[in-house]
């Protein structure tokens, strides 16, 4: 079992920055593969980024490509987005997730309860 917590959202001007970060129990958190979606009021939710259980491999989604940055750090059982150059359009619940591979993320058996982020204009 992986229980996940994010945090780190808030409102931002646009054009700010946000790091999110979302914390991982387990003894396991190191062979998870881990990832990022957002979800928009109205909207389905949606791809952000992902992140092999080693770190070495990551994915963006192309309308963030460029300002957001994924990261996980194993010993500490966290995983990061730091966000810059935010957009009124990245306004979204933002929800972490972990699978067991990075090609099922969007499927995840284990998902955060989400934080808000909110960009204004």
């Known amino acids: 079992q992986v229980q996940l917590v994010e945090s780190g959202g808030g409102s931002v001007q646009a054009g700010g920055s946000l790091r999110l970060s979302c914390a991982a129990s387990g003894r396991t958190f190191s062979t998870y593969a881990m990832g990022w979606f957002r979800q928009a009021p109205g909207k389905e939710r949606e791809f952000v980024a992902t992140?092999?259980?080693?770190?070495?491999?990551?994915s963006y989604a192309d309308s963030v490509k460029g300002r957001f940055t994924i990261s996980r750090d194993n010993a500490k059982n966290t995983m990061y987005l730091e966000m810059d150059s935010l957009k009124p359009e990245d306004t979204a619940v933002y929800y972490c997730?972990?699978?067991?591979?990075?090609?099922?993320?969007?499927?995840?058996?284990?998902w955060g309860q989400g934080t808000q982020v909110t960009v204004s204009s």
């Open positions: 992140i092999s259980w080693s770190g070495l491999r990551t």
């Open positions: 997730a972990a699978d067991s591979s990075i090609t099922t993320l969007s499927a995840a058996s284990y």
